[in-house]
């Protein structure tokens, strides 16, 4: 098999995505396969499900793998026990398990010091698939005289027949936002999970209005929304001041634990929240914005994390959280740092942030600007960090209607940024015109 007819097998099995590895000698399965210096390849291939652990050498989570061996057939051979395994206190990634309940795993080279082996992952959806040769192998001595360098972590990222790149994603996503642009303004949308348009009537409906002319449905899945992009649309005055203090959403989870989890989101309401402030009658809100350190004047809790050292930018407690506390100590609502890992780790590897405006007469319309920011590599722990720093700040929408009669709850837990700050979460911004062509 040469290295083409390895990339069409890939395909073959569903993949999109293929990376490789060149393996060092200690890359085996007694001492893991290193994936990464950082915890970025959380974010590179899908979970199934994180696990917290305390373990004498320190806090590590582990992230359970959909994994099986490509065989040259096209089919796969599972290996039920592979993960990936974050040990925090350095921070770094490695990969184990991969040969674990799978008779055809390719032990001899998976257990082998030998060095230059080339270990190829393809990702099919929210299933990894590997493929590893030895260094004597057509497929290795093709891979090395192309001197191929790597361009996310560790990994080099290898194109894919008839599947668009990195190159081709951006260009069709920069080409799409162009197209959207030049539509001027536009009647608010949204597009429902049968993919038929209705109308939208909303202050959230400008993102709905985006991602309709984008083809996405609303609430489609919790994958990336545009050819491995997430798209968040924001508010802004004026399209060439695109870096504002406006608030983007970043993500919604509910709560994990405190008392939001133990007792009824009613009750929680009714213990922690506050009278409509615009007397709207029968009408019990929480609100405002909560920051790490902070008191909050509406709800008077304060945000902390806990299990988080914001100095060295390490996970110090795998059963750490992100808490709301009452001043007296109580959890009012938490979120572990595994359920932040999961949501953040699944959607936000590439971003595209798109201002837009709205204007509601003679009905309610939105136009896109010209200028958006791509963001590319980000990380669970950059997220702490931004937590830390105030950069990102829970703003819940929660409230409870009739509350004295016939009790109607809204739910909406909301981690928010300002436009301005979202260099933070990455490690590359760039703006871009997509009127330049």
């Not at 890359?27 to 990464?36: E, G, I, T």
């Not at 004498?56 to 993960?83: I, R, V, Y």
């Not at 508010?235 to 509910?254: G, N, Q, Y």
């Not at 929680?268 to 929480?286: C, L, P, S, V, W």
Request: charged share 25%; net charge neutral.
């Amino acid at each position: 098999m040469n290295l083409d007819q390895l990339k069409s097998l890939f395909v073959q099995a569903g993949c999109t995505k293929l990376y490789a590895k060149p393996l060092s000698p200690n890359d085996n399965s007694k001492n893991q396969v290193y994936f990464a210096g950082t915890v970025e390849a959380l974010n590179i291939f899908p979970s199934i499900e994180i696990y917290a652990e305390n373990t004498k050498q320190g806090p590590s989570f582990k992230s359970q793998l959909d994994f099986a061996w490509l065989l040259p057939s096209g089919q796969g051979s599972p290996a039920t026990g592979a993960q990936l395994i974050l040990y925090s206190q350095y921070p770094e990634v490695r990969f184990s398990g991969f040969l674990k309940g799978c008779k055809a795993a390719p032990s001899d080279l998976m257990t082998s010091r030998v060095d230059r082996r080339i270990l190829f992952l393809g990702v099919a959806n929210r299933r990894v698939f590997g493929f590893v040769v030895g260094p004597e192998s057509e497929i290795a001595c093709q891979f090395y005289s192309k001197n191929f360098q790597p361009s996310i972590g560790v990994f080099i990222e290898l194109a894919l027949p008839n599947i668009p790149n990195e190159k081709d994603s951006r260009l069709r996503l920069v080409s799409e936002l162009n197209r959207i642009y030049s539509l001027g303004w536009i009647i608010s949308k949204q597009l429902d999970s049968n993919r038929k348009l209705k109308p939208c009537n909303a202050p959230q409906c400008g993102g709905f209005t985006l991602e309709a002319e984008l083809g996405i449905p609303k609430n489609s899945d919790s994958e990336p929304d545009f050819l491995g992009w997430e798209v968040k649309q924001y508010a802004v005055e004026d399209f060439e001041r695109i870096e504002s203090s406006k608030p983007i959403t970043l993500m919604t989870p509910e709560p994990s634990g405190g008392y939001y989890k133990t007792h009824s989101v009613e009750e929680f309401i009714r213990k922690f929240g506050y009278a409509d402030k615009m007397g709207r009658e029968d009408r019990i809100n929480f609100g405002g914005r909560h920051f790490v350190g902070q008191a909050c004047a509406a709800t008077n809790l304060t945000m902390e994390l806990k299990g988080f050292d914001s100095t060295s930018g390490r996970i110090t407690d795998a059963e750490g959280e992100v808490a709301l506390l009452s001043d007296d100590g109580e959890t009012a609502a938490s979120w572990s740092f595994k359920k932040i890992l999961e949501h953040w780790s699944k959607k936000h590897m590439k971003a595209v942030y798109v201002p837009s405006k709205c204007r509601t007469e003679p009905e309610r319309q939105y136009s896109y600007g010209y200028k958006v920011r791509l963001a590319q590599r980000t990380d669970s722990v950059r997220l702490l960090q931004a937590f830390a720093t105030g950069a990102v700040y829970y703003d819940p929408g929660i409230k409870l209607e009739r509350a004295s009669s016939d009790p109607e709850i809204k739910r909406r837990s909301q981690f928010r940024i300002a436009s301005k700050n979202i260099a933070a979460l990455y490690e590359a911004v760039e703006t871009v015109e997509v009127s330049a062509g």
